[in-house]
């Protein structure tokens, strides 16, 4: 159960009590000292909501029942006691009972509450600096196996981010989509040299080996704790929106925004980077590959469409998409 589950949960049952606790009290009746005895017990009973009250929402939550069940006992004891005030100041201290222990029982589970959330974020840090240590590691070994891959996967990392800006992630989206793109191929340390290094268009057996690099990507990042959304981003770069990409084929509402990001960004650096079977095409003629591409719904458009503005955005006359682009490759 969420947190906020479970605290919504408590504070209707606290509710629920009250009203039977009030209800009680009025049906109850004054004749004899056992229907006294009765009614100090329901008193005693509002003592549990208040405690709810706390769980649910700490020193606020404990505060606001503790006021409301002191009110309507204050008017319990006015209607039903008001002719015997002073006899029945036991009953009218209770109210002061109410009020102490709503505050403080509010206010140690708000501490408690407070030490809780600063011990559960040195542990994330913690967990996150693990996570940034093994994925790392990963790159350094990408790097080792193929220098031109590492800094591909950098370059596309850089896109990816600028594109994701662009489109308004959050920091925390555009933080993971940034190690997405710098791991989206670490799975081709495992690659063959006549595959990873291969000077000249793969044959069909050789690319369905390279395809399985997504795959290994996957598994390798998931192995590293708290990986799991990167590796859930990477899986996703080579699916497209018709449904016809890999591994998996998803359509496109079911594969990640930063994945169809990543995608984009992953195939304009491709395409305008030197290869030793290619020659780089000037960004001007990725654009309009890309555009044909997501009018065929093989790239998401809307990253398309940032990635042209960002590349077209503050040119001068003198400027061309080449020049911006060349220059952000330089960033």
Not at 22 to 41: K, M, Q, R, S
């Amino acid at each position: 159960m969420k947190p906020d589950d479970d605290s919504r949960r408590r504070l209707l049952l606290a509710m629920a009590i009250i009203a039977v606790i009030t209800v009680a009290h009025f049906l109850v009746g004054t004749g004899n000292h056992f229907l006294h005895g009765v009614h100090i017990t329901l008193g005693v009973l509002y003592l549990f909501p208040v405690l709810q009250g706390a769980m649910a929402r700490g020193l606020a939550g404990g505060i606001g029942v503790s006021i409301l069940v002191s009110a309507l006992y204050f008017a319990h004891l006015r209607i039903v006691w008001g002719s015997s005030p002073l006899r029945n100041m036991d009953q009218f201290a209770m109210i002061a009972a109410y009020l102490f222990v709503g505050i403080s029982s509010g206010a140690l589970i708000s501490l408690a509450d407070r030490r809780r959330a600063e011990r559960d974020a040195v542990i994330a840090k913690a967990r996150f600096g693990q996570m940034l240590e093994g994925l790392h590691g990963l790159t350094m070994a990408l790097g080792e196996r193929n220098p031109e891959t590492l800094e591909h996967s950098v370059r596309v990392a850089d896109l990816a981010v600028r594109i994701g800006q662009r489109l308004g992630l959050d920091d925390a989206r555009l933080q993971q989509l940034r190690l997405a793109g710098l791991l989206h191929d670490v799975g081709k340390i495992g690659m063959p040299d006549d595959v990873l290094l291969s000077d000249g268009p793969l044959s069909d057996e050789q690319r369905v080996r390279m395809n399985k690099h997504v795959e290994s990507a996957t598994q390798m990042i998931r192995r590293i704790p708290e990986a799991d959304a990167i590796a859930d981003i990477v899986e996703g770069h080579h699916e497209t929106p018709d449904g016809t990409g890999y591994p998996h084929g998803l359509p496109g509402d079911q594969i990640l925004p930063e994945s169809q990001i990543l995608r984009v960004a992953d195939v304009f650096d491709a395409m305008t980077s030197e290869r030793s079977y290619q020659a780089a095409r000037s960004p001007e003629a990725a654009l309009e590959t890309l555009q044909r591409m997501a009018a065929n719904r093989k790239v998401d458009p809307a990253s398309v469409a940032a990635l042209t503005d960002l590349l077209r955005e503050g040119l001068g006359e003198s400027q061309s998409v080449t020049d911006v682009s060349n220059a952000q490759r330089r960033s």
